[in-house]
């Protein structure tokens, strides 16, 4: 089709567009809020937004908090008040991939938070872990005798800072027994988490690649920019794609599946892209790239502020 030209949303636009839509899905960190901090002017925006009757979402590949801990977080930073219900994270949403993936009674080996493992036991799947694994030796090779436990047919890997080498081998050791009929889920793919002042830390792409590495297979990936985050959502909730709004501060999760989904797309400049990156991206012809182009953006979301009104 058109190629995507990434327009600034003045506030005249920004009342046509945000008047053609009933739902908007909004990514977390890098949008609403950075880190324990929300961003100036968000929660007035989403608060104008849900009393003029817009259907509010929340879709985050942050896998280590619950919904409910989501909805306590946008309460506490003083957003409109949120259900559970509303909200998509990467744990929930794996959690609801492996109930009606798995067998019933069939468990999941667990890499992960304790929030993962908490929106497994509200959908009813049984899971290993995410505590260390049980080492019957001191030495890697010894490891390979750890018993295993003959319920587990999926290994699923999320954000998990107690990630380790024995963890590790325990996910290779069902993945070989179990073969292509165990299931190897990892809740996203980002690579890295910015903190403030140009830093990072390794996000859960690097765990999942050591687990797809050590298996020598690909797992299949819940959140942005995999539909699946999307088709959750649309599962919920009656949701017209060309009613809906996709607003994120990362062009290859949140820009990418609002693309690839049909919805309209708005980024942020309030996280972690600069415009710079969304001109190179548009100005190749390379199809690809080009669904990176967001519709339109914003320096920040508190600029829609002027098109809600009063
Ligand atoms: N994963 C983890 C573990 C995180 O802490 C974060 C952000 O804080 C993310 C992913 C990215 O979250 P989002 O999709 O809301 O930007
Ligand atoms: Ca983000």
């Known amino acids: 089709g058109e190629p995507r030209r990434c327009r600034r949303l003045e506030a005249e636009a920004a009342r046509a567009v945000l008047g053609a839509a009933d739902t908007l899905l909004f990514d977390c960190d890098g949008v609403l809020w950075r880190g324990e901090a929300a961003v100036g ?3 007035a925006a989403l608060g104008r937004l ?4 817009k259907r509010l979402c929340y879709v ?3 896998s280590s908090r619950t919904r409910a801990a989501y909805t306590e977080k946008l309460r506490r930073l003083g957003f409109p008040p949120a259900e559970p219900r509303h909200v998509f994270g990467s744990a929930y949403c794996a959690a609801r991939y492996l109930r009606q993936a798995l067998p019933l009674g069939a468990a999941a080996y667990v890499l992960g938070s304790p929030a993962l493992a908490a929106e497994l036991e509200a959908v009813g799947v049984p899971h290993l872990g995410p505590g260390p694994a049980a080492l019957p030796g001191p030495a890697p ?9 003959p319920a587990v047919r999926a290994v699923l890997v999320g954000f998990d800072e107690h ?3 024995a963890k590790l081998c325990q996910a290779l050791r069902y993945l070989l027994r179990g073969g292509p009929d165990c299931l190897l889920v990892g809740t996203n793919r980002d690579h890295r988490l910015p903190l403030e002042g140009g830093t990072a830390i390794p996000g859960t792409g690097c765990l ?3 687990v797809e590495t050590a298996a020598q297979r690909e797992a299949f990936i819940v959140g942005k920019p995999n539909r699946y985050m999307f088709d959750c959502v649309a599962s919920e909730f009656d949701i017209d794609p060309a009613r809906t ?15 690839s989904c049909g919805l309209t797309t708005l980024l942020t400049l309030t996280g972690v892209t600069t415009l710079d990156e969304v001109k190179g991206h548009q100005e190749s012809d390379c199809p690809a790239r080009q669904s990176l182009v967001p519709d339109y953006y914003v320096d920040s979301i508190a ?3 002027p098109a809600l009104g009063d």
Not at 50 to 53: I, K, L, N, Q
Not at 142 to 149: E, G, I, S, V, Y
Not at 245 to 259: A, Q, S, W
């Open 208 to 210: 999942v690649k050591a």
């Open 141 to 149: 090779a010894d490891w390979a005798q750890a018993p295993l436990d």
């Open 245 to 259: 709004i996709m607003v994120g501060d990362r062009l290859d999760t949140d820009i990418l599946m609002g693309n």
């Open 303 to 305: 600029d829609l502020l």
């Open 163 to 165: 990630f380790s080498y």
């Open 50 to 53: 849900a009393a003029a009757g």
């Open 60 to 62: 985050t590949n942050n």
């Open 41 to 43: 002017g968000a929660a």
